[in-house]
């Protein structure tokens, strides 16, 4: 049914840095959680810097991480985050920074 033990919660993401190698001009990382979508401004290095507050509902098991071109038409690069394993929705203050892989969707990259 969608339904689990955490209330709906606001989460604050840093989207820092995305590195690959490849001939994209720019890029940009969408983050989709249920409903919810936030993306961030195109870079052409790939450092982005961007704060995202994302609000995530009771019920939402999975957080979808896209590395986009900077239209955001194609996606390069996917992952999907637990928002318990992975985000650490049960520690009280989550976690510092960690680095995860993506998976390559396009082969421009």
């Given at each position: 049914?969608?339904?689990?033990?955490?209330?709906?919660?606001?989460?604050?993401?840093?989207?820092?840095?995305?590195?690959?190698?490849?001939?994209?001009?720019?890029?940009?990382?969408?983050?989709?959680?249920?409903?919810?979508q936030a993306v961030t401004d195109a870079d052409a290095r790939g450092r982005f810097n961007h704060p995202i507050l994302m609000l995530v509902?009771?019920?939402?098991?999975?957080?979808?991480?896209?590395?986009?071109?900077?239209?955001?038409?194609?996606?390069?690069?996917?992952?999907?985050?637990?928002?318990?394993t992975d985000l650490g929705i049960r520690r009280k203050f989550g976690f510092r920074e960690q680095v995860f892989p993506m998976k390559q969707r396009h082969r421009a990259i």
């Open positions: 049914i969608g339904v689990d033990k955490f209330p709906d919660t606001t989460l604050v993401i840093v989207v820092h840095e995305a590195l690959y190698q490849g001939t994209v001009a720019a890029t940009r990382v969408r983050l989709l959680a249920g409903d919810h509902e009771q019920g939402t098991e999975k957080i979808s991480v896209d590395l986009t071109d900077a239209a955001g038409a194609t996606v390069l690069a996917s992952l999907a985050l637990d928002v318990v």
